[in-house]
């Protein structure tokens, strides 16, 4: 467009000074310059155009490498950050429903963004007379092939085809003690794998479902959400940049 433009002015002037015309020298001279001051400024408004779509392309970058540094964002052991929660990891011992012990020790690893928003509700918890305590935190991919081989039941156990949210770090299981530690009624023992451990289940004392919805409405209030089936599995609702992991914690 611009070089047509050009074009275009050239052949004017050639045209203007091959022809005699009734216009006065200095008009033309005027015409010219406003022509050209024309064109420098269209070609301005196009190097401007350019700089917008650079910029908009370097956003989307920025972006990606955004999404990159979430998806490296460290796991980080909960007991090391904070000291108000309560651990009974079950599948470092053989109380689970594996009947087995699958961590060489009891460690609750989660990513840090999903350590800030459990100490949060922790928090809120605390001022109620209640602590969080711990089932399961991050789970290795291959101990999820190993539990859906004992249970393929994808309404209890994530098929290891797509993994478990507690695979990439993001989910716990989780029960609420009194301050000081005393149980506190949730209906089922953790891993009860029947109706009766569903959130919509409510043949339940008056208590039982109070401390349900308690854990619940808390946990919702900070990024998580429940599964149907398991009252004390919490899925941290942005999840989506975390992939799924098979390490080892190490055991000191
Ligand atoms: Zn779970």
């Known amino acids: 467009m611009v070089i047509r433009k050009l074009m275009a002015l050239i052949f004017l002037m050639i045209l203007v000074s091959c022809t005699t015309t009734e216009v006065a020298p200095e008009s033309q001279t005027m015409a ?12 301005e408004k196009v190097e401007q155009s350019l700089y917008r779509k650079k910029d908009s392309i370097e956003g989307l970058s920025a972006g990606e490498s955004v999404r990159r540094v979430q998806e490296r964002s460290n796991f980080v052991n909960i007991a090391k950050i904070s000291d108000d929660f309560v651990f009974d990891m079950k599948y470092a011992t053989k109380d689970n429903f594996l009947k087995k012990q699958v961590y060489d020790c009891a460690k609750c690893l989660v990513r840090d963004e999903v350590a800030k928003a459990l100490i949060a509700a922790n928090n809120d918890l605390q001022k109620q007379g209640y602590r969080i305590k711990f089932f399961d935190c991050y789970r290795p991919h291959s101990v999820q092939k190993k539990m859906w ?5 994808p309404g209890y156990v994530a098929n290891p085809k797509g993994g478990s949210i507690h695979n990439k770090g993001a989910a716990v299981d989780i029960t609420l003690v009194r301050s000081g530690g005393g149980a506190i009624d949730m209906g089922t ?21 109070a401390n349900r919805k308690l854990l619940r409405t808390t946990m919702e209030k900070h990024g998580f959400k429940t599964i149907k089936t398991e009252w004390w599995h919490y899925n941290f609702k942005s999840n989506q940049g975390y992939k799924i992991s098979d390490f080892r914690w190490d055991c000191d």
């Open 32 to 43: 010219l310059l406003e022509k050209a001051k024309a064109l420098r400024l269209r070609g």
């Open 189 to 209: 023992k953790f891993d009860h794998f029947g109706k009766k451990a569903h959130h919509a289940y409510t043949k339940l004392s008056k208590e039982v479902l």
């Open 149 to 153: 081989k004992i249970f393929p039941n």
